[in-house]
């Protein structure tokens, strides 16, 4: 079952139905989790940095720190 290594890994080595049935509801999770990280640690767009940039700008006081409108 050399095929199926990491699905045998999340099954303690053991694949049962209730097993595949919690893996397949795990799956949803996962893909759901994924998401949402990729969202947290992808780089920020050009869009999101002028906006940080504005805000701590607008916060500090220091509007020299703007960036120049494109």
Known sequence: MAKYENLMACCDGMITVEK???????IVEFEEFMKIAKEMFAPA???ELERRAAEDAMCSGDFN???PKS
């Open 65 to 67: 720190d703007l960036p």
């Open 45 to 47: 767009s050009k869009e």
């Open 20 to 26: 595949l049935e919690r893996f397949e509801l795990a």
